[in-house]
């Protein structure tokens, strides 16, 4: 048996006990390295003859490949093994998982959301107002006459002023009805607004907060009519509930409207049939509605004779509650963790 | 208001009653909706007259009687243990055995203390007709035995309807009113009473204008005063039909003086009353202004001090009534009472509720004249039917009258251009519709011009002022069910105003949810005691206090959101054990130092308001949860994400401990930074101050960490924009300075960005880099802040690595470990005088 026979059969009897990539490139270095013993035997070349040279030289080639092809082998097939043994691995992932924590919105923000861009596909700009509003805008240019019982309706809280001083004229907003004012005094017919925002009024109850949120929608332009009020507010329900639903409108008074009228909707849970959430009735009463009172008009520099508009109002809290079922005003206002996670998506 | 439907359908004029289902059908269309209805009397439809024959005591009660009881047919046995039996021959009100009375309570024939007793003889309350549960119901003798009660007294079996009415329709506080509405809808005639004037009776009776005087400076607040006077006037019980009637309607029985007017002011929505003439001074009254602070005591017994705006019905001497409020108790008709005046009036509306407001009064009368009452033909109705009732059920005899006038408002002269009504319905009503409901409601229509009807309003609908409340009076009647839902299209398009500070705020609130926070909406106002802790802040003088609050609690307008979030924190450490981690964007409110600058068409009304300014707040509390990870980075963390989701670098700064509600030594300043300009404050960050949470309901110990961003203050970024990727590595070098703990550790980073930018002056090619390519700062990152061995106590060694990159050539270890050097060096030389014991590890 040649050397390089003798270190072909030592490697042989040493790979096969190699189990780790960092063994395996000990062992070629051992065997192929600088100082590797199949290398020192390529030393003794400058002592043979030219032909011998030849012979050995074909010799050592073939075992360095060899000891390469082999040593590759190994590789391989640690690389299967350690494949095969990572497959073994199990994790049962029916455990509880691990989740990133969640966030909600509130479900006023939510609804207002919604509702927002339900108005915006039908056309409406998004307008805004002061909570703490004069009552210039929120009474007396709305048609709201001094001292007459519609303002009681209200349940109104009063500002003092700014150093303490009653009747300073300031009040927390009723409604969100002084942004109509603000919009017909700072824009262009045709105007087509909805004003979504918080109110205030002195009630407190189960259903009712002394703080809560409504949507105003407002619609001035030529040769508008309670028709197209109805068709709006169809298309509104349509587009928020789904389509199939109908409306109704009933007669009602706000003095900044005439003719002014309450609407219902047909309800989005039983479609009618009478329900739970319509109280059997069939309709959910949704909020008031009418035509732009001319007085309003004449508040705020628009002519009533060239102009006519509708305008509309409803509580998105109360709309959010229809929505969610939630079964008591207050749970909105608590800031309880465990209602608010209730409402992930 | 309730309605009976039976006194109802006496009003019109048609063979059949119209059904309370109908009824109610049609008010609701019409505007006048049905909040509730309450069926009465079906109970009590076997009661029937019962005559007693013959009264004998109760063998083993004294105070028992077997009476002898006439049904129509037979004589019965019943037992009765009431105490105002009536004689022999009088009428009772009696269930026979088989009746089941209301509660459902079944008659029987039974054995009272051994004596057989066949039904029961009723009380007003067993039967449900009124409020006298002390005896038994008797009723005139010339009933007649054996009929049944409610065919005798038809106001019995009765469905009463609660209406909403509006504030616009005073005329629908009277069965008059909503009667003139049914009968217009069902195009019928009205049916008034019958009335018996005193025009044209003989022997005249005499005109005593002494009765009724106006002052001058009163004639604004009373446009009508018509006084009656009657003599022979016996106070009494009244019938039994108007009894009931009023009983249905939740009046209780007085006597038939003030039952009359109870009765004419629920039948014309006309408030009356009657004072006993012999107690008034001199028997006449002045309607006159009450000199300020003169005494009244009114008839519920509340003692009064009138204002001078007060409108008050006096005698000779003293106020005997507030105008329009209430009765005083002086001249109040009782069981003496012989003579009597009878007021029928008009009082200005906005003064009387000005009065009532005033003096806290809320009566039915006072409810009807602060949205005006007819004072014209409504008006004399009114008084003359009183007049007659006081006749016939009070044996009253008038011995004059008088009527004085003030100012009262013009009935409308409207014209009505059916082109109006198509062009606010939408829709063409028929004339004929339009005219017919427009006189069946009183309006006189001249429609000579077809095009444009003349009309003048009635002067019982004082709502009536103008052309498009007609075009609503014939909407209602028309039916809002038959006008089609046609959507017009703009005739230009419509003005787009781009706000963007709420796109901003939905961008803010988008943020703070994917950082894993609940989002709560607390209330806008706060008990001045929470907005304490803000005082160096927000002074009080600032605070927006509402006058009239519903609690002490809620009396002044947040000017943080802080105490609305501790609020929801109570709640949420009380009621379990999760993490806490809230947050709320809405607005605080506060007095702004100088006037609102504002300009625009609104701007005369914005200067004089407070100052609205939207913020958001962030609160982190682990609660009684053990792993939560909240912590006073986790708060930083949360605002900084949220400017960056805004598109802004973002950082902490020290706050040098004046934020006063955090903690002094766990506090910082929030700054976004603008490229290329100075870092801008939008916020602040840290644990909240224990005191307050001390003050609060509150686990002992507990930690919570707030952060709060001035959103409105956040500069406005425009689209994010692209650069392209680096093409050669960075590479970095650490380094680790030792300071002290109580050093800010931006504060070195601060250093160490200032030392670079002059050392890169030298190296054009060179730039300090992240991530992020070109962001500056962010290229030199805090690894760590290392505390323990090694390190001094009151020491730390921040570990600090910083980035650097050449665009355009790969960098070299040499030219970078220079430069590193350099910036090392000059670094520490620039913290030296702050921290003299700096020094590089």
């Given amino acids: 048996m040649s050397a390089l026979e003798q270190q072909l059969e030592a490697f042989r009897q040493q790979v096969t006990s190699v189990d780790s990539e960092a063994d395996l490139q000990q062992l070629k270095v051992a065997f192929l390295g600088k100082k590797g013993s199949v290398s020192q035997l390529r030393r003794q070349m400058g002592k043979m003859k030219p032909e011998e040279r030849k012979a050995f030289g074909a010799a050592f080639n073939r075992c360095k490949n060899q000891i ?278 | 208001m309730l309605i009976s439907c039976y006194w109802l359908n006496q009003m019109l004029d048609r063979d059949e009653p119209v059904a309370p289902a109908q009824i109610s059908e049609i008010l609701t269309s019409l505007g006048l909706e049905v909040e509730c209805q309450e069926v009465h009397g079906e109970c009590v439809g076997d009661v029937i007259v019962g005559e007693i024959r013959a009264k004998d005591p109760h063998p083993k009660a004294d105070r028992l009687t077997v009476v002898k009881l006439f049904n129509g047919s037979e004589e019965l046995q019943v037992v009765c243990g009431a105490s105002n039996l009536p004689e022999v021959g009088g009428k009772v009100a009696f269930a026979p055995v088989g009746a089941v009375l209301p509660g459902d309570f079944k008659i029987g024939a039974r054995q009272i203390r051994g004596v057989d007793s066949s039904g029961m003889i009723c009380s007003e309350v067993e039967l449900e007709i009124g409020h006298d549960g002390d005896g038994i119901l008797i009723l005139p003798t010339s009933f007649e035995a054996g009929v049944p009660l409610h065919k005798l007294v038809p106001q019995i079996n009765d469905t009463v309807l609660e209406l909403g009415v509006t504030p616009n329709r005073p005329d629908a506080l009277g069965h008059v009113g909503v009667a003139r509405d049914v009968a217009t809808k069902l195009g019928c005639g009205l049916k008034l009473p019958e009335l018996r004037p005193l025009e044209g009776r003989s022997p005249e009776v005499a005109e005593l204008p002494e009765l009724v005087t106006l002052d001058e400076d009163a004639q604004d607040r009373c446009g009508r005063y018509i006084g009656h006077a009657l003599q022979n006037v016996t106070v009494a019980p009244s019938p039994l039909w108007m009894r009931v009637q009023l009983h249905r309607l939740g009046l209780r029985a007085i006597n038939n003086c003030v039952d009359i007017t109870n009765y004419v002011l629920m039948e014309q929505g006309q408030p009356l009353h009657v004072f006993d003439r012999a107690r008034l001074n001199e028997g006449r009254v002045v309607v006159r202004r009450a000199n300020a602070d003169e005494p009244m005591t009114t008839l519920d017994d509340t003692e009064i001090k009138l204002s001078a705006e007060d409108l008050v019905i006096a005698d000779a001497q003293n106020p005997q009534a507030l105008a329009g409020v209430m009765g005083g108790a002086d001249s109040m008709v009782s069981e003496a009472t012989t003579t009597i005046l009878l007021e029928a009036a008009y009082f200005n509306p906005p003064k009387i509720r000005a009065s009532a407001r005033r003096h806290g009064f809320h009566t039915d009368s006072s409810y009807r004249f602060e949205r005006g009452v007819d004072h014209s033909r409504g008006l004399s109705r009114a008084s003359t039917r009183a007049l007659n009732l006081l006749e016939d059920l009070a044996g009253a005899e008038c011995i004059g009258h008088t009527e004085v006038v003030g100012e009262r408002p013009p009935a409308a002269q409207i014209t009505l251009r059916r082109s109006r009504v198509r062009r606010v319905l939408g829709v063409d009503v028929p004339a004929d519709a339009a005219k017919a409901t427009l006189t069946g409601l009183g309006v006189e229509v001249d429609d000579s011009n077809p095009e444009a009807w003349q009309c003048v309003a009635p002067t019982h609908r004082p709502d009536l002022l103008r052309e498009d409340d007609l075009v609503e009076e014939i909407m209602r009647f028309y039916g809002l069910d038959n006008i089609p839902a046609v959507a017009s299209v703009p005739s230009a398009p419509v003005e787009e105003v781009r706000d963007p500070s709420q796109a901003r705020i939905d961008r803010v609130i988008d943020s703070l949810r994917e950082a894993g926070l609940h989002e709560v909406v607390s209330m806008a106002f706060t008990a001045k005691d929470k907005l304490a802790p803000f005082a160096s802040v927000t002074p009080e003088s600032q605070i927006v206090e509402v006058q009239n609050p519903m609690r002490v609690q809620a009396g002044y307008m947040r000017t943080h959101l802080l105490p609305g979030l501790l609020d929801a924190l109570e709640v949420n450490v009380a009621h379990h054990a999760r993490a806490i981690g809230l947050f709320e964007v809405g607005r605080v409110y506060a007095w702004p130092e100088a006037p609102n600058a504002a300009d625009g068409p609104t701007a005369e009304v914005d200067r004089q308001l407070p100052r609205e300014s939207p913020r958001a707040g962030i609160l982190l509390c682990a609660g009684r949860s053990q792993a939560s990870g909240y912590d006073a980075r986790s708060a930083s963390g949360t605002i900084v994400h949220a400017l960056e989701r805004l598109g802004l670098a973002a950082q902490v700064a020290a706050s040098d401990q004046t934020i006063p509600f955090l903690h002094p030594g766990v506090q910082g300043r929030v700054l976004a930074l603008v490229p290329g300009g100075e870092p801008i404050e939008v916020g602040v960050v840290g644990e909240i101050h224990p005191d307050i949470l001390r003050g609060r309901e509150l686990p002992d110990g507990l930690r919570a960490y707030y952060a709060e961003l001035r959103v409105d203050e956040v500069p406005t970024v425009g689209v994010a924009q692209a650069t392209g990727l680096p093409r050669f590595p960075a590479t970095s070098r650490d380094l680790s300075l030792e300071v002290p703990v109580s050093f800010p550790a931006a504060d070195v980073v601060e250093a160490l960005a200032q030392a670079a930018s002059v050392a890169l002056r030298d190296e054009p090619e060179i730039i300090l880099a992240g991530d992020h390519f070109d962001v500056g700062r962010r290229a030199i990152e805090v690894v760590e802040d290392y505390r323990g061995k090694g390190v001094d106590a009151g020491q730390r060694a921040l570990l600090l690595r910083m980035s650097y990159r050449a665009p355009e050539r790969s960098v070299t270890d040499t030219e970078v470990q220079k430069l590193h050097q350099k910036i090392v060096v000059a670094a520490c030389d620039l913290l030296k005088p702050r921290v003299p014991t700096v020094r590089v590890r």
């Fill in chain 1, 68 to 345: 390469e092809s082999e040593l590759e082998d190994r590789r391989k097939h640690l690389d299967q093994q350690a494949r095969l043994r990572d497959l073994e691995r199990t994790e049962d992932l029916t455990m509880p998982p691990t989740r990133p924590r969640f966030g909600t919105l509130h479900p006023i923000t939510r609804t207002r959301r919604e509702l927002l861009a339900t108005f915006r596909r039908l056309g409406f700009d998004v307008a805004e107002g002061p909570h703490i509003e004069h009552e210039a805008y929120n009474f007396d240019a709305l048609n709201f006459q001094p001292e007459h019982p519609a303002r009681d309706e209200q349940d109104t809280f009063f500002v003092r002023g700014q150093h303490g001083e009653e009747g300073s004229g300031i009040v927390l907003r009723t409604h969100t009805s002084p942004v109509q004012i603000r919009s017909m005094l700072t824009r262009q017919p045709p105007i087509r607004v909805v004003a979504p925002g918080t109110v205030f009024r002195r009630d407190d109850d189960p259903t009712h907060s002394p703080m809560f949120h409504q949507i105003e929608g407002l619609y001035v332009d030529r040769d508008v009519s309670m028709a197209d009020l109805k068709a709006t507010l169809l298309q509104f329900t349509s587009a928020f509930f789904g389509t199939g639903l109908d409306i109704r409108l009933r007669p009602s008074f706000f003095p900044f409207v005439e003719p002014g009228a309450e609407f219902d909707m047909q309800c989005p849970f039983c479609r009618g049939d009478g329900c739970n959430v319509c109280k059997t009735t069939g309709w959910i009463e949704l909020g008031g509605s009418g035509m732009v009172h001319p007085a309003v008009f004449e508040s705020v520099g628009i002519d009533p004779e060239e102009y006519t508009g509708w305008a509309f109002g409803f509580g998105i809290d109360r709309m959010a509650m229809l929505l969610h079922g939630i079964p008591d005003l207050r749970l909105m206002f608590d800031g309880d963790v465990r209602f608010l996670e209730q409402f992930p998506c």
